[in-house]
């Protein structure tokens, strides 16, 4: 099975610095990598699919690159509204995979 | 719009049994793929299983042989049959609906989940 390892698990960051999390897969998975943001109490949300296209009505701020075993999600200039929870997941045709998840938090 | 919405989450003891419901509205429900997702209490995502319009299924493997999932396409509704419960089945279940991307595609739409508690 692949394994999805993100990090940091946690960030400390302060609005308007761009931050990065990273995201490793334990095997080649071309570019089938999502994003998703959650905050506590809710749903995830569809931030970046196929590794680097941005879902509909995602802010700009927030952009994904990589393929293969190395991803990144990269957030330009923090807003309030960002400091949130980070997942990762691999997706096929019959499964999914997330990573453990990355909290971002206010510095 | 899209609606998912999660009904059946309960309190039930280990070895139990527990049937989630989740009514989808807003889209062609039987010619989507849906998934369940959950998450246990302060711990990350999981996912559970899938069912292809058509009916096939996949499983996650710490789920597999305990949960059946189906979907009634003439009322729009997905179901999660949990038998033989364990206490590390303790989360909230999230139905979601595949995105239609191609293939493969990830999970785009969430509901707002339902809290099944496996505890004596």
């Known amino acids: 099975d692949i394994q999805m390892t993100q990090s940091p698990s946690i960030l400390s960051a302060s609005v308007g610095d761009r931050v990065t999390i990273t995201c490793r897969a334990s095997?080649?998975?071309?570019?089938?990598l999502a994003w998703y943001q959650q905050k506590p109490g809710k749903a995830p949300k569809l931030l970046i699919y196929?590794?680097?296209t941005l879902e509909s009505g995602v802010p700009s701020r927030f952009s994904g690159s990589g393929s293969g075993t190395e991803f990144t999600l990269t957030i330009s200039s923090l807003q309030p509204d960002d400091f949130a929870t980070y997942y990762c997941?691999?997706?096929?045709?019959?499964?999914?995979?997330f990573g453990q998840g990355t909290r971002l938090e206010i510095k | 719009e899209v609606q998912l919405v999660e009904s059946g989450g309960d309190l039930v003891k280990p070895g139990g049994s527990l049937r989630l419901s989740c009514a989808a509205s807003?889209?062609?429900?039987?010619?989507?793929?849906m998934d369940w997702v959950r998450q246990a209490p302060g711990r990350g995502l999981e996912w559970v299983g899938r069912?292809?319009?058509?009916?096939?299924?996949e499983y996650a493997a710490p789920v597999k042989d305990r949960f059946i999932i189906s979907r009634d396409d003439l009322r729009n509704t997905l179901f999660l049959q949990m038998n033989s419960l364990k206490p590390e089945d303790t989360a909230v279940y999230y139905c979601?609906?595949?995105?239609?991307?191609?293939?493969?595609?990830?999970?785009?739409?969430w509901g707002q989940g339902t809290l099944a508690t496996v505890s004596s």
């Open positions: 196929k590794a680097s």
């Open positions: 979601t609906t595949v995105a239609s991307y191609g293939f493969p595609s990830p999970i785009d739409y």
């Open positions: 069912i292809r319009n058509g009916g096939t299924t």
């Open positions: 807003g889209f062609s429900f039987s010619g989507v793929w």
């Open positions: 095997q080649n998975i071309n570019t089938w």
């Open positions: 997941q691999h997706y096929t045709t019959s499964s999914i995979t």
